[in-house]
Structure formats: structure tokens, C-alpha cells
């Protein structure tokens, strides 16, 4: 049982046009950390999919039809209520994900940002008016809601992810169905209960867990009342999803993965390129798509801050995310530890030296031991593909154009760091990577008041800031004739 004020934030049932639906089948979610059965939630089937968004296309009517104010009031009130009852949330996701309960409270109050900011946004949804192309004519831009969208979320920010797509689709009068990862349904849920309790009306909002993704996903692409998706996972279920919805044109959002370079230059603060570099490659025991995956070191320092992370990274408290003073929590799953593994193992297979860790940790089940590699080079898999566990590697290089050329070397393009001492060097670096987003002298990069996104195959659209809510409306001019 776990210690909440508020035990029916824990819901088992799927959350469909404001009811709880029990529905034929139900599946297990666990406690990755201690294998515990946590919940038997519904299983949805692509016909509850059907319903939902039959559902939502009726109140997304009424919602688009409201005052920006009036939304905006329904919103800050859920904020409010995920606030008020963030310890509860985040224990219900440390339960269900693993991660530190420090972590799961810090993501919680970083969902609420976006709740936040985005009822302050449905306020200013400001429309134009353009100078005419003939003297009789008045030229008008409207920006209204896209409709009903469907949300296709993972498991590594269970709560966020739902948060960052549901705050601006229901701002821009849109009506959302979420289909959460399968491993981490029950943040969603507590979440879309909070909305109800803060007066958001039936329908705008249904979670449906479910291990139908495959058929859940064709039914949001194949639905022509569906009119948008807004997918955070792997690339290749983006893919999928891109060729699925080509048929309908459907309007996709794509928040994929991430292979991102952490670049330190010799000019650097060698401590607090340690420090960003812990947070950004360790953060969520390295399972976040703007986690760092590729370090790059310069040669005059490389010896030393191998030395520095090597030492850092050791000392990193692995253990249950609900036990005092946890760092890194277990992965999501044991599939998760062979990637890890396979890393390690192609690496120093292919010359790379293993500084620290590099195998399972002594606490069985999924944890593993926080692991430095050096000597890493472009052939190793570790340089093209996304770890996504607590796998640090690091590269030596001599030059800008060296280090530039290497770490756009990638079909992706979402997160990247450098650290430096150089304003210029900074400039330069900031323009010559190819990627969404870009941490200079930090290490951590999100917010709701900044538009996060990948480019290449990191994805499409934008979420946070004022450019998040774009993705959720349409542009309409009229011409009047007066
Ligand atoms: P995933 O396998 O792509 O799963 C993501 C979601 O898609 C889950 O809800 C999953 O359902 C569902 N899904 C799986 N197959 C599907 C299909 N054929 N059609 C429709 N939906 C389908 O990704 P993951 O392993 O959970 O998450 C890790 C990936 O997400 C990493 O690549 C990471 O970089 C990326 N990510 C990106 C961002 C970003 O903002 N760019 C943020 C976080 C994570 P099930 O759970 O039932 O499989």
C-alpha cells in the first residue's frame, strides 16, 4: 500500500469522458524497483479509443466556444490541485518508474510549470489584422483550436509528458486522449482526475492505458475526427506513426529521441563541467531523451576531468528511489540493462578503456553500476545510438571544427551542451551545432518557458513557451469585402 493522503489518486480504472471505465481486460503495473504489483488497470482496446474520442468531439465543441479567461480559470485550478497534492503524485511516480522521490517531486512541479503557463496563454490566443490588397478589403488572422488530439506518451516522465501535451491542447480549446506508456499509467490517470476536480467538463480529457499501442496508434491515425497527434517516444514509433497518418495528412508532433554531445573545452570550469555533465548524462540514472550520451573532451583536459567525472560518478548513491539520499533508481527494465550492457561490452570490445562501474549492481534486479568508458570512438555503437541508461562516454578531440564536425555527426538533433570559459568560442558553438536546443555552461536545459524540440530525426514541433501552443492551433484568414 502506498503512503498517500489522497488513496484514490491511485486509480486503476481507465479514465474515459469522465468516468471510470473497468472495462474486459486489465494488466498489471509494478514497481520497478521491487517487482511489487502496484495496480490492475484497465487494458483499453482500440474501440474505447473510438469511444473516447467520439466523446471528446462533442465536448471540444462547447470548450472551443468558451473565453480564453474561462479556460485559463479551469486550468490554474488543476495546477493548483497537482500542487497541493504534488507529494502524493510524485509517490505514485517513483512507485511506478523508479525514479528518486526528490526527482519525481522535481518532475511533478515542472508538469505543473506547464499548466501554469499555458492558462496564462489561453488568455492571449491574439488573432492579427493585416494591411488589405485592395482598398475595399480587411484582412484577418484567426488562430483557432486544431480539435480533438491524440497523446501517445513514455514511460521516463510519466506525468510531464502528459502534462506538457494535455496544458496546451485544452488552452487552445482542443480536447485530448492519452494513451500513456504501458509500465507508468497511473501518474496519468491521478492527473486527469486533479482536471476533473478543478471543473474541467467530461470528455476533454480520457486517459486510456492499454497494451494495444500498435492498434491504439492506427485507430488515432486512421480516425478522421482525430484531427491531430502529438506522439514523445522512440524515433521509430514516430515513424510509424508519420506513415500511418500520411493517409488522413494528419498533424503530427514528434518529440523522439536524442543523441547528445556534452563538449567541454580546455577553457572550461572543469568542476562545473563535472557537475552539469552528472545531471545531464545521470538525471533519471541516464533515461531522458536530452540526457547526454556522447562527452567530449579536449585533449589538454581530458585526463583530468575523466579523473573528476570517474571519482564523481562512483560515489553516486544507487538504491530504491524512496530510500534517503538515492541518486540513481533502477532502470525501467531488464531490456534496458542488456542495452546498457551491450554498450559497455561493444566499447571495450572495440579498444574503449573502462574508467568505473560497467556491469550490474550488487543490488540485483535492475540496477546498474554507474559506468564511465574513455577512449570511445565513432565506431562504437555508444557514438549513433541513444544508451538511455547511466552509461557515461567519453571522446577526446583536438579542435572546434573537429568536435563540431563529430558531434553533428548524427541522424539526431534534440539536445546538446558545451562548456567553456569563451564568449566568442560560445557564439560559435551555440550556431554550429545542429540541434533544437542547446545548454551552454548547464547542464539542465528544461523549462516550460522555452519551446523544447528536436530537429532531424529528433522530431517535429515545438512544447513549452509561447511557440508550444502553436502546435495545437490552426492559422484561418478571411478576407471581408466592406
Ligand atoms: P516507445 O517505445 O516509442 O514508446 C512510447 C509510447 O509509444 C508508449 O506509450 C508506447 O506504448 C507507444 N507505442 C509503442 N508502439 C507503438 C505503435 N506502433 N503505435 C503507437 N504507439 C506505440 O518509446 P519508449 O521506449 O517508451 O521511450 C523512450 C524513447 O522516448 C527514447 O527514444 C527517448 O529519447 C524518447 N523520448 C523523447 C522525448 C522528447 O521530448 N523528445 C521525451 C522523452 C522520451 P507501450 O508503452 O505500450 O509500448
Same mark, same amino acid.
Given at each position: 500500500m502506498l503512503p498517500l493522503s489522497r488513496p484514490d489518486l491511485l486509480l486503476s480504472d481507465a479514465f474515459l469522458a469522465g468516468r471510470p471505465h473497468a472495462g474486459a481486460e486489465r494488466f498489471a503495473v509494478t514497481n520497478p524497483a521491487t517487482g511489487a504489483l502496484l495496480a490492475?488497470?484497465?487494458?483499453?482496446?482500440? &474501440?474505447?479509443?473510438?469511444?473516447?474520442?467520439?466523446?471528446?468531439?462533442?465536448?471540444?465543441r462547447d470548450w472551443a466556444r468558451q473565453t480564453g479567461k474561462a479556460r485559463a480559470a479551469i486550468?490554474?485550478?488543476?495546477?493548483?490541485? %497537482?500542487?497541493?497534492?504534488?507529494d502524493d503524485l510524485a509517490t505514485i511516480l517513483t512507485a511506478e $518508474?523508479?525514479?528518486?522521490?526528490?526527482?519525481a517531486k522535481g518532475e511533478i512541479l515542472y508538469g505543473a510549470g506547464y499548466i501554469e503557463f499555458y492558462a496564462e496563454e489561453a488568455k492571449r490566443l491574439y488573432g492579427e489584422t493585416? #494591411?488589405?490588397?485592395?482598398s475595399d478589403k480587411r484582412l484577418i488572422v484567426l488562430r483557432q483550436p486544431v480539435g480533438v488530439v491524440g497523446a501517445i506518451t513514455p514511460w521516463n516522465f510519466p506525468n510531464a509528458m502528459i502534462a506538457r501535451k494535455a496544458a496546451p *491542447?485544452?488552452?487552445?480549446?482542443?480536447?485530448? %486522449?492519452?494513451? #500513456?506508456?504501458?509500465?507508468?499509467?497511473?501518474?496519468?490517470? @491521478?492527473?486527469?482526475?486533479? @482536471? !476533473?476536480?478543478?471543473?474541467?467538463?467530461?470528455?476533454?480529457?480520457?486517459?486510456?492505458?492499454?497494451?494495444?499501442?500498435?492498434?491504439?496508434? !492506427?485507430?488515432?491515425?486512421?480516425? #478522421?475526427? $482525430?484531427?491531430?497527434?502529438?506522439?514523445?517516444?522512440?524515433?521509430?514509433?514516430g515513424r510509424i506513426l508519420m506513415r500511418q497518418g500520411a493517409a488522413q495528412i494528419k498533424k503530427l508532433s514528434l518529440e523522439l529521441g536524442g543523441n547528445a554531445p556534452f563538449i567541454v573545452f580546455d577553457d572550461a570550469d572543469l568542476d562545473a563541467a563535472v557537475e552539469g555533465c552528472l545531471l545531464s548524462k545521470f538525471r533519471n540514472a541516464g533515461?531522458?531523451?536530452?540526457?547526454?550520451?556522447?562527452?567530449?573532451?579536449?585533449?589538454? %583536459?581530458?585526463? @583530468?576531468?575523466?579523473?573528476?567525472?570517474?571519482?564523481?560518478?562512483?560515489?553516486?548513491?544507487?538504491?530504491?528511489?524512496?530510500?534517503?539520499?538515492?541518486a540513481i533508481g533502477p532502470l525501467i527494465s531488464p531490456a534496458a540493462v542488456e542495452k546498457v550492457r551491450d554498450h559497455v561490452s561493444d566499447a571495450? *570490445?572495440?579498444?574503449?578503456?573502462?574508467?568505473?562501474?560497467?556491469? @550490474?549492481?550488487?543490488?540485483?534486479?535492475?540496477?546498474?553500476? #554507474?559506468?564511465?568508458?574513455?577512449?570511445?570512438?565513432?565506431?562504437?555503437? %555508444?557514438?549513433? &545510438?541513444?544508451?538511455f541508461g547511466p552509461l557515461a562516454p567519453v571522446f577526446r578531440f583536438q579542435t572546434v571544427d573537429e568536435v563540431l564536425a563529430a558531434a553533428n555527426d548524427t541522424d539526431f538533433g534534440l539536445a546538446s551542451y558545451v562548456?567553456?570559459?569563451?564568449?566568442?568560442?560560445?557564439?560559435?558553438?551555440?550556431?554550429?551545432? &545542429?540541434?533544437?536546443?542547446?545548454?551552454?555552461?548547464?547542464?539542465?536545459?528544461?523549462? &516550460?518557458?522555452?519551446?523544447?524540440?528536436?530537429?532531424k530525426q529528433s522530431g517535429t514541433g515545438r512544447e513549452g513557451g509561447r511557440q508550444g501552443i502553436e502546435d495545437y492551433l490552426e492559422l484561418k484568414y478571411c478576407c471581408l469585402s466592406v
Open positions: 490492475e488497470v484497465t487494458d483499453c482496446t482500440p &474501440e474505447d479509443a473510438a469511444q473516447a474520442i467520439e466523446a471528446a468531439t462533442q465536448a471540444q486550468l490554474r485550478r488543476w495546477h493548483d490541485l %497537482v500542487i497541493a497534492h504534488a $518508474m523508479g525514479k528518486p522521490l526528490a526527482e493585416l #494591411p488589405g490588397h485592395q *491542447a485544452l488552452a487552445a480549446g482542443c480536447a485530448i %486522449v492519452v494513451k #500513456p506508456a504501458a509500465e507508468t499509467p497511473l501518474s496519468s490517470l @491521478a492527473l486527469a482526475l486533479l @482536471a !476533473q476536480e478543478a471543473g474541467l467538463p467530461d470528455g476533454l480529457l480520457s486517459v486510456l492505458p492499454s497494451t494495444w499501442a500498435a492498434s491504439i496508434g !492506427q485507430e488515432f491515425c486512421d480516425n #478522421p475526427r $482525430m484531427r491531430k497527434i502529438s506522439f514523445t517516444g522512440s524515433t521509430n514509433v533515461q531522458t531523451c536530452v540526457c547526454t550520451n556522447r562527452i567530449y573532451v579536449q585533449d589538454a %583536459v581530458h585526463d @583530468a576531468f575523466v579523473a573528476k567525472l570517474a571519482a564523481a560518478v562512483a560515489a553516486l548513491p544507487v538504491g530504491d528511489g524512496f530510500a534517503p539520499g538515492t571495450t *570490445a572495440k579498444g574503449a578503456t573502462l574508467v568505473t562501474g560497467g556491469a @550490474a549492481h550488487a543490488l540485483g534486479g535492475t540496477y546498474f553500476q #554507474p559506468t564511465v568508458l574513455s577512449g570511445v570512438t565513432a565506431e562504437m555503437a %555508444v557514438a549513433r &545510438e541513444e544508451t562548456y567553456t570559459g569563451s564568449l566568442s568560442r560560445s557564439w560559435q558553438v551555440m550556431e554550429g551545432l &545542429e540541434y533544437g536546443m542547446v545548454g551552454v555552461n548547464t547542464g539542465l536545459i528544461s523549462t &516550460e518557458l522555452a519551446p523544447f524540440g528536436g530537429i
